[in-house]
């Protein structure tokens, strides 16, 4: 990872409020929730995951000494990052395993927490998740859209025509 500060725009002798202030600024001009065109929106979201990275390291360098987590735990943005990874690699199982890692839970965790358990047809689970996230966050609608499909995707499974596709996907794998 490039230097934190920098990517942040900030000199390195930066305390927590100047990394705060550098941060907000830096996500107003460039979260993914504020662009419509489908590729900008796939490198605002880069962006983003960079931006959460470099702040929650900036943070972390320019905490007073002990103050420091002396757990390897990853922060929440690693932790979705990582999830995010292994979703695009088709596995649901090592994403929900990445999320976990993560002792802190905000409303981009609880998203992908739902997108993870979707993928892995835990449409109930998923809904729970969604709706953690938009009650952390009641304005984003990517998240409410999010628990709008998983409650469809949980209709459209109790239907006949619903389990017929889970009968045929199992004969798949197998």
Request: charged share 30%.
């Amino acid at each position: 990872m490039n230097n934190p500060f920098e990517v942040l725009g900030l000199k390195g002798w930066a305390d927590q409020d100047e990394i705060r202030t550098a941060y907000r600024t830096l996500v107003k001009q460039c979260h993914p929730d504020m662009i419509q065109d489908p590729l900008l929106k796939e490198e605002a979201q880069t962006r983003m995951v960079q931006l959460n990275l470099a702040y929650e390291e900036a943070l972390r360098l320019a905490s007073p000494r002990g103050t420091a987590p002396a757990s390897p735990q990853p922060s929440v943005a690693e932790a979705i990052l990582m999830a995010e990874r292994a979703l695009a690699r088709d596995n649901p199982e090592a994403a929900l395993r990445q999320l976990l890692l993560s002792d802190k839970r905000d409303g981009d965790w609880y998203y992908t927490q739902g997108k993870v358990l979707m993928a892995m047809e835990q449409f109930e689970s998923a809904h729970q998740s969604f709706r953690e996230a938009v009650r952390r966050s009641p304005e984003n609608n990517v998240y409410r859209s999010g628990a709008l499909a998983a409650v469809v995707a949980q209709r459209e499974a109790e239907t006949l025509h619903g389990k017929m596709k889970k009968v045929l996907k199992s004969f798949r794998k197998k």
